[in-house]
């Protein structure tokens, strides 16, 4: 035990074997529960903590999009590198980010100037010392990741920076589980809802998809145990046919979410009409970009960016495996030509992906 | 990506834009800009560098006994 309040006592194993037996008694013989854990989070945790195998076999995790660095297409890394190599900009960024491909096959740690960020704000001081240099920070994140990024840029403004700009990947929660559900092959019984997304944008957002679809959702802390708990829940529904959004994160989640982050999202950023994402195509009304009031900090209306093309590999099987169709195994590509170390589709970019996991820890 | 860890208010820095807290056993500062009514002792969810919320002692107790409870059922 690592002494941590708030993080220990969700991983108790005794309390995970009560929650393993409680789930077991639910389960109805002969029914299949595939339950998608959507934020890239809750795979990690369910893989690392072994939560699959606690579970009886007719219920399955089926693991979701929620990694911002999987999903961000190929071009859009094409773009950065353009703003390096032709402007000559620093580019800062996550370190998450900094090995992903672009179709061009080539990353953004290979340009020449990059600056791994733990916090966005250091790139104010980025800037500052680089008066002469364009400085451009790729925001990328769901809505967890948006709201320190609207900080940034009025922080930008507020400082004259003049030599900052934001190349904006912000994408959405809610319109990427419309997508998934939205697809009549769609093989998900119900949705285990993110952690932090649902700090920031509250429960409410979520009551149109289950509304929609009739599939539950669940949002669920993000430890092992508060995994599994949820899962409960989600099994309890289905068995009774509701279709509800639940929330087993009570210790940080409430109806609303955080106001404070909304406002000054709302006040920073406007929707986009359309997007890309890697994986599951162009969504409608999925992702963010920076208001006109913020266009000067804005890389996509500062700079000339050629338009870049994504080129998925073909016989990529992310689109089937993203809405529970298919398991990464049954892809050709997985572990021929399609490793953790050379990813070519969205699941293996990065260790929360779904097939990253299943490589590294097994199906 | 979207982690966010819980960490221990030990100071509120002056002017309230940010937060001296313990992560860990080591000390850092984190952005207030995020949260409202932040006071020394309280827990708050961080993530890149800043606080995107607050955490609820008193649902987090409620939760874990629901665990324990959920343990208990017979079958």
Redesign the interface.
């Known amino acids: 035990m690592?002494g941590?309040?708030?993080?220990d006592?969700?991983r108790?194993p005794?309390?995970a074997?009560?929650?393993a037996?409680?789930i077991?008694?639910e389960v109805e013989p002969g029914r299949d529960y595939r339950i998608m854990e959507f934020?890239?989070?809750h795979t990690h945790a369910i893989q690392r903590h072994g939560v699959q195998r606690l579970l009886p076999e007719n219920v399955r995790y089926i693991h979701g999009p929620?990694?911002?660095?999987c999903v961000l297409p190929g071009a859009r890394i094409d773009a950065a590198i353009h703003l390096a190599e032709t402007h000559g900009a620093i580019l800062c960024s996550?370190a998450?980010l900094l090995r992903v491909p672009g179709a061009s096959r080539r990353a953004l740690g290979q340009c020449r100037d990059v600056r791994t960020?733990?916090?966005?704000?250091e790139v104010l001081s980025i800037a500052r010392d680089n008066p002469e240099r364009e400085v451009v920070f790729i925001a990328?994140?769901?809505e967890?990741?948006t709201?320190?990024t609207a900080?940034l840029v009025k922080q930008a403004q507020a400082q004259g920076l003049s030599n900052l700009s934001i190349l904006c990947n912000h994408v959405l929660t809610p319109a990427a589980m419309t997508a998934i559900l939205d697809d009549e092959d769609s093989a998900i019984d119900a949705i285990l809802g993110?952690?932090?997304?649902s700090?920031?944008i509250g429960v409410a957002p979520y009551r149109p998809i289950v509304e929609r679809f009739r599939t539950p959702i669940v949002i669920a802390?993000?430890e092992p145990?508060?995994v599994m708990?949820a899962t409960?829940m989600a099994i309890r529904q289905l068995n009774a046919a509701c279709a509800e959004v639940e929330n087993?994160y009570?210790?940080?989640v409430d109806e609303q979410g955080?106001r404070?982050?909304q406002a000054?999202v709302d006040e920073v950023f406007e929707l986009r009409e359309t997007f890309e994402w890697r994986g599951l195509g162009w969504l409608p009304g999925s992702a963010l970009r920076l208001r006109e009031e913020y266009a000067e900090f804005d890389a996509e209306r500062r700079f000339d960016i050629p338009s870049f093309e994504s080129r998925e590999p073909n016989s990529c099987e992310c689109p089937a495996i993203l809405r529970g169709r298919k398991q990464p195994h049954e892809c050709r590509l997985f572990g021929h030509g399609c490793t953790p170390e050379t990813p070519l589709g969205a699941c293996m970019v990065?260790s929360?992906g779904a097939c990253a996991a299943a490589w590294s820890y097994g199906p | 990506?979207?982690?966010?860890?819980?960490a221990?208010v030990i100071a509120v820095e002056e002017g309230g834009a940010n937060a001296r807290v313990e992560l860990?056993g080591l000390e850092r500062s984190v952005?207030l800009?995020?949260?409202?009514g932040v006071k020394v002792g309280d827990?708050l969810?961080i993530?890149?560098?800043?606080a995107?919320?607050t955490?609820?002692?008193e649902?987090?107790r409620?939760?874990?006994a629901?665990?324990?409870e959920?343990?208990?059922?017979?079958?």
Do not use: W
């Open positions: 690592s941590l309040k708030f993080i006592e969700f108790d005794a309390l074997q009560g929650l037996a409680a077991a008694a934020c890239g989070g929620g990694c911002p660095v996550y998450d960020l733990y916090s966005p704000e990328i994140g769901f967890t990741t709201p320190p900080v993110p952690s932090h997304v700090a920031i802390g993000f145990l508060d708990q409960l087993q009570t210790r940080v955080n404070r982050a000054l990065s929360e | 990506m979207c982690l966010a860890v819980p221990r860990g952005s800009a995020l949260v409202e827990y969810l993530h890149v560098g800043f995107i919320n955490i609820d002692p649902e987090a409620r939760t874990l629901l665990f324990a959920a343990g208990m059922l017979e079958p």
